[in-house]
């Protein structure tokens, strides 16, 4: 690309006076932190973003309940299998407009009674503007609803089944990049425009510490051979041990199911990948330019299903097996419902239509069916049976 035909990236006042405070510019991590979750500023911390399909990007749970339906049974495995009487917690982290907790309180209490009596629903949203609409829209939720932070979850830890439905492709990452003999950590820096005023730009930083750059082995990026030219970049995601071992905390007994965009590392990391996973949503628009008009956009990067899995264990989980999204719905009865919607007589048409076309969006395997289902349980803790969403599909 030409210079001329570059994107320009004007700097918000409120991130340039950021960078000058900084010296100028700060790591790729700390812009996206900012540009995510600063409490005035970022999409999410101002409530700016809205998850849905007329929002800025759609979700499983915001195209309708079936996906909650089919979950439902999942959870309710789980906590069925956690010793009685004792009271029981669906804790939902990152739980945006809240749909999916609502949907899921309304499946228990309708189609597991005797468990809902004794479950309450426990919100983890660190983002005020979020927590707000979560509230309106939980109202009226049949189960008791509770907002904690990890912090007072961990004064207080339940058993139960903790979620986390697209939340850890929010977590800042770090930028790598290679310039030909080393990995550099990315960073965003203020560029001094005389004509069109300051701008940002990403630059190579400093060499990766040796720590860090000893992760990059069983990621396949040591050596970085003749096939990553100069400039070639990925993400790593130093964020995933701390959020894991939060979760480890809140949760004395029970299940972690995190349902997330995900690669194994040689997909995530291979040579032909030469500008990471990044992307960034809004109104329904997706570009991979991440420094488009900051604290408007979600960002967010794929997961390494390797480096989530090392993390867990290192923070007290083990896994209980991972799925793409389509094989777990389908092993969860999702072409029995499809099949069941012919059957149905009085529904207008259109709304037949429209479900069956969000059914078939969930198992897509080129969108949300190519999402990683990948299910951990608190080591020492219960035993819990072997997952329902990794069993074979039922006979139709
Ligand atoms: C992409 S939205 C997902 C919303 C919802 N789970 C869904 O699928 O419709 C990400 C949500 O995670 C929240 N979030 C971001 N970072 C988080 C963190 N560290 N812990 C918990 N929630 C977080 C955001 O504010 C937002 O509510």
Do not use: K
């Not at 701008?199 to 990059?216: C, D, K, N, V, Y």
């Not at 082995?217 to 894991?244: F, K």
Request: hydrophobic content about 45%; glycine content about 8%; aromatic content about 6%.
């Amino acid at each position: 690309m030409s210079p001329a035909a570059a994107p320009s990236h004007p700097a918000p006042a409120w991130l340039e006076q950021r960078l000058r405070a900084a010296g100028g510019s700060v790591p790729f991590l700390t812009y996206m932190q900012w540009a995510l979750h600063d409490p005035e500023h970022g999409a999410y911390g101002s409530g700016r973003l809205q998850v849905g399909p007329r929002g800025d990007f759609a979700t499983s749970p915001s195209l309708g309940p079936d996906f909650a339906e089919l979950l439902a049974p999942q959870l309710a495995q789980w906590l069925e299998a956690l010793p009685g009487p004792e009271p029981l917690a669906l804790v939902e982290a990152g739980p945006g407009e809240g749909d999916l907790a609502l949907q899921l309180a309304q499946a228990l209490q309708r189609q597991w009674p005797q468990l809902a009596v004794r479950t309450e629903l426990v919100l983890i949203e660190p983002n005020p503007g979020m927590a707000e609409r979560q509230r309106a829209r939980l109202a009226d939720a049949p189960l008791p609803c509770r907002w904690l932070s990890f912090e007072q979850l961990a004064q207080q830890p339940v058993r139960g089944v903790l979620l986390a439905h697209e939340v850890l492709d929010a977590l800042a990452v770090e930028r790598i990049e290679w310039d030909g003999s080393l990995w550099r950590r990315q960073r965003v820096a203020l560029h001094e425009d005389p004509a069109a005023g300051p701008s940002l730009r990403l630059e190579p930083g400093e060499p990766l510490e040796p720590r860090i750059a000893a992760q990059l082995e069983p990621l396949g990026l040591v050596p970085a051979g003749a096939q990553r030219q100069s400039g070639w970049c990925t993400e790593l995601h130093p964020g995933l041990g701390s959020w894991l071992q939060q979760a480890a905390s809140a949760l004395s007994d029970g299940a972690l199911l995190v349902i997330d965009y995900a690669h194994e590392a040689w997909r995530y990391y291979a040579p032909q990948r030469s500008n990471g996973t990044l992307m960034a949503y809004r109104q329904q628009q997706a570009t991979n330019d991440p420094l488009l008009e900051p604290g408007h956009w979600d960002l967010t990067a794929h997961l390494c299903i390797e480096s989530l899995e090392a993390a867990a264990v290192a923070q007290g989980w083990s896994s209980l097996g991972h799925r793409r999204q389509g094989e777990a719905l389908l092993a969860l009865g999702l072409a029995q419902r499809l099949h069941g919607l012919q059957q149905q007589s009085g529904v207008p048409l259109d709304a037949l239509l429209s479900r069956r076309e969000a059914l078939l969006r969930l198992v897509d395997p080129h969108a949300l069916g190519d999402f990683r289902w990948l299910a951990f349980q608190r080591q020492d803790a219960t035993s819990l049976p072997p997952a329902l969403f990794l069993q074979d599909p039922p006979m139709a």
